[in-house]
């Protein structure tokens, strides 16, 4: 399941990335060879973007690419450090846990509402946010039994 998981991710990453550029490509070509620019390019770029971040975060979770302060934490003992191995995860895990929560609530407000350009319902934008937190709340759950097992004497 988690392979499948990451794949759909990827995938997510990849498709959010490639209609961004075009959507920014369409953008610098109407506005140097066509009259006008349509008005749906800068509002579709910005929920690529979204879309794009969301995907990715659970990836760039699960995969540890995010800062890391190795000074300080190498400077602790091997208790304390296997405590933040343990803490990191957990407080994670109910931040974003919450997130995915009430994002399904935003979601269903955006239901009734409409995107100005693009005239689609904005549920489809909040969307992203679920996505976010559930994949990297996934992960997150994921990592919390090694964590026990390091913790634990």
């Known amino acids: 399941m988690q392979k ?16 961004l550029v075009g959507s920014v490509l369409l953008q610098i070509f109407a506005r140097f060879f066509l009259a ?9 770029s910005r929920l690529f973007f979204i879309y ?13 690419y995010y800062v890391h302060l190795d000074v300080f934490y190498n400077q602790l003992s091997k208790r304390m450090q296997r405590l933040i191995d343990l803490a990191i995860p957990t ?10 929560i009430y994002a399904v609530r935003f979601v269903m407000l955006g239901h009734q509402e409409f995107s100005p350009s693009m005239k689609m319902r904005m549920s489809l934008a909040f ?3 679920f996505i976010l937190g559930a994949s990297i709340s996934y992960y997150a759950l994921k990592d919390l039994p090694k964590a026990l097992k390091q913790v634990a004497p």
């Open 52 to 64: 794009a971040t969301a995907f990715a975060a659970g990836l760039a979770f699960e995969g540890r």
């Open 36 to 44: 006008n620019t349509p008005p749906w390019t800068e509002e579709a």
């Open 91 to 100: 407080l994670v895990l109910v931040l974003f846990g919450l997130l995915t």
């Open 4 to 19: 499948a998981i990451s794949r759909i991710l990827k995938y997510g990453v990849l498709l959010s990335t490639y209609a």
């Open 127 to 129: 969307c992203s946010m």
